[in-house]
């Protein structure tokens, strides 16, 4: 199952340089940032101002822009939102308030106050990988960069204050005010974009059953490639879950399993790009969505505290339970509901049913270059594939 693509790539070499006006020097890639992958071509400097959370929603009172002049600028603001913000706000809503305004590109980091979520999760300071989703027309060139960096810019020359980032997003997150500033720091982005073209697949097997149903076991098997020269591996995200269907599917067809719902093995791409491969699916079904039972889905299982994270939509809890049972793996189980972000979503949002499995714990090499292979655990792999085994099992041969 394949389908013509064509996306903007990043060429080796990018360059950024910050500093004073006559001082600016180039910072390290990777470490100190990223571009946005989809960003447009750059080839410009300007002064930074930093622009809060760089939102701007006027029935909730807040425009972190009032005060300040971002015409011909760089705008740098942090990731994510106050709390006093209830509803949800996207990057690319953030890029377009930049662009309305006349910024001519943008710096985004991570605030030094993290949320006891991302804490949680083990965000860092440091740069992701990561798409603005927005048409090359409607971007301006943008870069994450770290949080130490960010620091670093906001710095007050006359006082060297390191913290100030930080006294910043204290007041962004107790009121809405706003709390812009011309820093006295300039960037230069220099990056080429290209459109290339290529075709985005997804691999499929089946298992065949006795009955007219199916069960889908599915892992997303793209990564983000070698944007701007730089190679991300992706060991945990997501050659661990690959790993985990080649070995399910593996051990099946050995067992001689021939179960009543057939099992239909997908290895998906496209999901670092918002989930193409699995809306590619749901828009060409290789089986009616009405007959499929549930839909199995692994992403990033290869390392952590030796937890096992299972996300259940749309059917009971117990059958979860007990293939933690039957895999010996119960008191290592956490049973959640939805769990955001993956290709069971757009599964879920056609009404199959679904399983999520993630290895618990911390994942520190999420979406970085060093999700390298020796960092990942095999023992929890091996627990990960005996629960997707006994999940599998029990549901292929269920009701
Ligand atoms: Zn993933």
Redesign the pocket.
């Known amino acids: 199952m394949a389908t013509l693509l064509s996306t903007p790539v990043l060429a080796p070499d990018p360059e950024l340089r910050i500093g004073a006006i006559e001082h600016l020097s180039a910072v390290s890639l990777g470490t100190d940032y990223l571009p946005i992958f989809d960003a447009p071509s750059a080839d410009l400097q300007g002064q930074i101002v930093f622009a809060g959370y760089g939102i701007v929603d006027p029935a909730q009172g807040i425009d972190d822009y009032a005060g300040v002049d971002v015409n011909n600028r760089i705008v740098l603001f942090l990731r994510g939102k106050p709390d006093h913000l209830k509803h949800p706000i996207s990057h690319a809503d953030k890029v377009r308030f930049a662009r309305e305004r006349g910024a001519l590109a943008y710096l985004t980091a991570t605030g030094p106050i993290l949320h006891p979520y991302e804490a949680r999760r083990g965000v860092t300071g440091s740069p992701s990988a990561f798409y603005g989703q927005l048409p090359l027309d409607h971007a301006i060139p943008g870069a994450w960069i770290s949080t130490t960096l960010a620091e670093q810019i906001l710095a007050d020359s006359n006082n060297a204050a390191s913290d100030r980032l930080r006294t910043l997003q204290e007041q962004l997150n107790r009121n809405p005010s706003s709390r812009s500033i011309v820093t006295n720091h300039y960037a230069s982005l220099r990056w080429n974009t290209t459109i290339q073209d290529g075709l985005l697949t997804n691999v499929l097997g089946v298992l065949p059953g006795r009955g007219p149903d199916w069960i889908i076991i599915g892992a ?1 098997r793209d ?1 983000f490639g070698k944007p701007a020269g730089l190679l991300f591996p992706g060991a945990d ?2 050659a661990s ?1 690959t790993a985990v269907i080649l070995e399910v599917a593996r051990v099946l067809i050995k067992a001689g399993f021939h179960p009543r719902h057939s099992i239909l093995f997908v290895s998906f791409s496209g ?2 790009r918002d989930l193409l491969g699995s809306r590619l699916y749901i828009s060409r079904p290789l089986v009616p969505l009405t007959a499929t039972k549930t839909m199995i889905n692994i ?2 299982a290869g390392i952590g505290n030796g937890r096992l994270t299972v996300g259940v939509t749309g059917l009971d809890k117990r059958v979860a339970l007990d293939a933690g049972t039957a895999a010996g793996l119960q008191d290592r189980l956490d049973l959640f509901g939805f769990f955001p972000g ?1 290709d069971h979503v757009p599964f879920k949002e056609a009404g199959v049913p679904t399983v999520t499995v993630v290895s618990g714990g911390v994942h520190p090499h999420f979406h970085r270059p060093t999700d390298t292979a020796d960092t990942l655990d095999p023992d929890i792999l091996r627990n990960v594939a005996r629960y997707v085994l006994a999940l599998a099992w029990r549901l292929a041969d269920g009701p």
């Open positions: 997303h990564h995200d997501n879950g999901e670092e992403d990033h993956g």
